[in-house]
């Protein structure tokens, strides 16, 4: 595989660089906001993202026949990083979880009413798979769907479900069959977020970023928006999550974080001298900086392996380079406290504070980074078992 992008890439880079310098705007794009706040969730970040949509930006990986472009999925890894550099909404879930599940697994139906509204940016979509018992375990979730004339009746609870709060649809995984396997039993939904017996309730995070929790009280849902086959969906979350493992936790927010950490260590002083001269300082910066490369090269394997919408996403690819680059991210932001000493503690966007006022709020939200889509642990045990061959109770 190449790990530089060919005459063709680079120029489609150097296109996406042009439309954001015309259209960032403060309202759009913050570098100082992390890696999962990068969200749709205002309407000048909708109106952002239309604007994608009008150049043909989104679903590019699509096939032709369903309103993509059958390109290579590099194409959205260079714009989605392209974004994440700015702290611009990504192309995230909509594209890169709900639509390319629909084309493996979706209905006709289905296809045909969510694929052009995510082409469009017409909508946005919560995805519910975590419970108060069943967190990075997905599997054990217990939210019941309780088959009825006509479709379904789900009661229970979701937790952690990031976008709920102003998001259109809801894509939630339920017990359908409890007298199966708990990886058997499960299928999954399409549930408009405005629909009655679904409350929502914000939970503040770590972060400053609202969460939420999610109740069912006898929501029903047409047998039309059950997502493939009854009982499969866990399959197709765990499809899913190897994209969202990917697509959610960009590279290149901390590749930033980390050049204006360099920046401010060239300058600062420590007790009267350059902090650039402290050789402790030099070889954690440098180990940042060899740890960086890799995490960017483990993205562009990850691309690689995953080539086009119709092969199945490379799940130990997703797991390790998930693992590694949040980890990468959490060690930057505990390096920009580290190095700014007593002012590093100054909130984000503090006048005069070091970086910004960055460190705080790093070193905060990228504990966050490590917990969503499947924490550290889930990781480990995909790539032990999936890519070591190691037995489940090693």
């Known amino acids: 595989m190449e790990f530089d992008l060919s005459p063709e890439q680079q120029a489609f880079s150097d296109e996406v660089e042009a439309?954001?310098?015309e259209?960032?705007?403060?309202?759009?794009?913050?570098?100082?906001?992390?890696?999962?706040?990068?969200?749709?969730?205002?309407?000048?970040?909708?109106?952002?993202?239309?604007?994608?949509?009008?150049?043909?930006w989104l679903g590019m990986t699509w096939p032709k026949e369903l309103g993509g472009q059958d390109k290579e999925g590099v194409y959205e890894y260079i714009l989605n990083e392209a974004l994440a550099r700015r702290g611009c909404p990504q192309i995230g879930k909509g594209v890169?979880?709900?639509?390319?599940?629909?084309?493996?697994?979706?209905?006709?139906?289905?296809?045909?009413?969510?694929?052009?509204?995510?082409?469009?940016?017409?909508?946005?979509f919560a995805v519910g798979y975590s419970e108060p018992q069943a967190g990075s375990d997905a599997a054990n979730m217990q939210l019941k769907a309780e088959k009825v004339d006509g479709g379904w009746k789900l009661n229970g609870q979701k937790t952690w479900t990031t976008s709920a709060h102003f998001a259109d649809w809801y894509w939630v995984g339920a017990r359908s069959d409890p007298d199966k396997s708990k990886h058997d039993g499960i299928s999954l939904f399409l549930i408009p977020m405005d629909h009655e017996g679904l409350e929502v309730r914000g939970m503040p995070t770590i972060g400053d970023e609202l969460t939420n929790e999610v109740f069912f009280n006898d929501v029903f849902v047409p047998d039309d928006y059950l997502v493939g086959k009854r009982g499969s969906g866990f399959?197709?979350?765990?499809?899913?999550?190897?994209?969202?493992?990917?697509?959610?936790?960009?590279?290149?927010?901390?590749?930033?974080?980390?050049e204006e950490l360099v920046d401010y260590v060239k300058?600062?002083?420590?007790?009267?001298?350059?902090?650039?001269?402290?050789?402790?300082?030099?070889r954690q910066i440098a180990q940042l900086s060899t740890d960086a490369e890799v995490a960017r090269v483990m993205g562009l394997k990850f691309v690689h392996a995953a080539g086009q919408v119709g092969k199945k996403p490379p799940t130990v690819e997703a797991s390790k380079y998930k693992l590694f680059a949040t980890q990468l991210s959490q060690r930057v932001g505990n390096a920009m406290?580290?190095?700014?000493?007593?002012?590093?503690?100054?909130?984000?966007?503090t006048e005069d504070a070091p970086m910004r006022g960055r460190p705080e709020m790093s070193y905060r939200y990228s504990v966050i980074d490590t917990i969503g889509g499947g924490a550290s642990e889930i990781q480990k045990n995909i790539i032990a078992r999936r890519g070591l061959g190691l037995p489940k109770n090693f």
């Open 337 to 349: 406290v580290d190095f700014a000493g007593a002012d590093g503690q100054c909130r984000v966007h």
């Open 19 to 21: 439309f954001l310098d």
């Open 96 to 124: 890169g979880i709900i639509g390319k599940t629909l084309i493996r697994h979706g209905s006709e139906k289905l296809q045909k009413e969510f694929l052009p509204q995510i082409l469009n940016a017409q909508v946005e």
């Open 267 to 282: 300058g600062a002083k420590r007790d009267g001298r350059p902090l650039r001269e402290d050789p402790g300082v030099r």
């Open 235 to 258: 399959r197709y979350i765990a499809e899913a999550l190897d994209l969202e493992r990917f697509t959610m936790f960009t590279y290149s927010p901390t590749e930033q974080r980390l």
């Open 23 to 56: 259209h960032v705007t403060a309202e759009v794009g913050d570098v100082c906001r992390e890696n999962m706040a990068q969200i749709v969730d205002t309407p000048p970040r909708r109106a952002f993202m239309r604007k994608l949509a009008e150049r043909g």
